[in-house]
Nanobody, 123 residues
Framework: QVQLVESGGGSVQAGGSLRLSCAAS????????MGWFRQAPGKEREGVAA???????SYADSVKGRFTISKDNDKNTLYLEMNSLKPEESAMYYC?????????????????WGQGTQVTVSS
């Protein structure tokens, strides 16, 4: 079992920055792909960024160049640095673990979810 607890969400103006954190624990979580997904009201949950067990990142096209995913194995924590945020990126952001680092950041490969943290970007 893997436990994921997000933090760091909040409200920011357009163009601003936020850093999300995800504290991970549980058996073998380091062997999984780790990543971030988001879901806005009335929309499907979508993949934002992922990082494989070897530390290789991947990103959705919409966030490339603005978001950075990283992890600190000593602290058992996953991060998402978000810059130049846009109002349309307001959503609940979820940390996830599973097998989704190859072939696109898809929810079908997620084995574990965190509870989510809200990000609100005002114009």
């Amino acid at each position: 079992q893997v436990q994921l607890v997000e933090s760091g969400g909040g409200s920011v103006q357009a163009g601003g920055s936020l850093r999300l954190s995800c504290a991970a624990s549980g058996y073998r979580y380091r062997s999984y792909c780790m990543g971030w997904f988001r879901q806005a009201p009335g929309k499907e949950r979508e993949g934002v960024a992922a990082i494989d067990p070897d530390g290789r990142p991947s990103y959705a096209d919409s966030v490339k160049g603005r978001f950075t995913i990283s992890k600190d194995n000593d602290k058992n924590t996953l991060y998402l640095e978000m810059n130049s945020l846009k109002p349309e990126e307001s959503a609940m952001y979820y940390c996830a673990a599973g097998r989704f680092c190859l072939g696109g950041i898809s929810t079908t490969g997620v084995a574990y979810w965190g509870q989510g943290t809200q990000v609100t970007v005002s114009s």
